[in-house]
């Protein structure tokens, strides 16, 4: 059955990086559309990044862009998300999901078949 695993969270103070990684298996990797999305207590679960099949494409929610990067290697059936200047706001659980790479929205979490069991980022002020 399809598995991803996300690992790389942790404690750490405002001003710091992380990076972030989820290993997919049981699907062909590199057809399908990665996602990272958050959550934060009492918050719903938010958009991040997404990139394509191929790598060629990001996406980015506002409020990370420029401080975050996804990248993929299809070669190790691994995403990640590279988290620079992190903030306090940025604190909640990250999940990794996949979807299908077939021209539909990478923003809404509706769209994502798969999910990870998140792995929980604290940034402390």
């Known amino acids: 059955q399809v598995q991803l695993v996300e690992s790389g969270g942790g404690l750490l103070q405002a001003g710091g990086s992380l990076r972030l990684s989820c290993a997919a298996s049981?699907?062909?990797?590199?057809?399908?559309?990665m996602g990272w999305f958050r959550q934060a207590p009492g918050k719903e679960r938010e958009f991040v990044a997404a990139i394509n099949w191929s790598g060629s494409s990001t996406y980015y929610a506002g409020s990370v862009k420029g401080r975050f990067a996804i990248s993929r290697d299809n070669a190790k059936n691994t995403v990640y998300l590279q988290m620079n200047t992190l903030k306090p706001e940025d604190t909640a659980v990250y999940y990794c999901?996949?979807?299908?790479?077939?021209?539909?929205?990478?923003?809404?979490?509706?769209?994502?078949?798969?999910w990870g069991q998140g792995t929980q980022v604290t940034v402390s002020s």
């Open positions: 049981g699907l062909t990797f590199s057809v399908y559309a």
């Open positions: 999901a996949c979807r299908p790479d077939n021209g539909g929205s990478y923003y809404y979490a509706d769209g994502y078949d798969y």
